[in-house]
């Protein structure tokens, strides 16, 4: 059974930072990305790798404040979340899929986790 579990989400005030983890189990992703949605918005990009070669690529919403990267022994996805806006509040959802190149289009995912709740204060 090919589980993807998200941790790390939590409360935390403007400028501050939180660590996101997805962990992965039942099967290996070529890539694998993460991606938010706020109350009443559409599901949106925020970061992808390429889980062998390491590639990433990132929305301009969180560029520059984000880092994506992965855990070969421990099979876990991770996002470096820093100087979190307001705006960055939503609930965050890793996922994967078998393609090697670097998707930013949900569709593009076949493997969802249940999410993970961001929410930042002002």
């Known amino acids: 059974q090919v589980q993807l579990v998200e941790s790390g989400g939590g409360l935390v005030q403007a400028g501050g930072s939180l660590r996101l983890s997805c962990v992965v189990s039942?099967?290996?992703?070529?890539?694998m990305g993460w991606f938010r949605q706020a109350p009443g918005k559409e599901r949106e990009f925020v970061a992808t790798i390429s889980w062998l070669g390491g590639s990433t690529a990132y929305a301009d919403s969180v560029k520059g404040r984000s880092t994506i990267s992965r855990d070969y022994a421990k099979n876990t996805l991770y996002l470096q979340m820093n100087s979190l806006k307001p705006e960055d509040t939503a609930v965050y959802s890793c996922?994967?899929?078998?393609?090697?190149?670097?998707?930013?289009?949900?569709?593009?995912?076949?493997?969802w986790g249940q999410g993970t709740q961001v929410t930042v204060s002002s």
């Open positions: 039942g099967r290996a992703f070529s890539t």
């Open positions: 996922a994967g899929r078998s393609g090697g190149y670097l998707a930013t289009r949900a569709t593009d995912y076949g493997y």
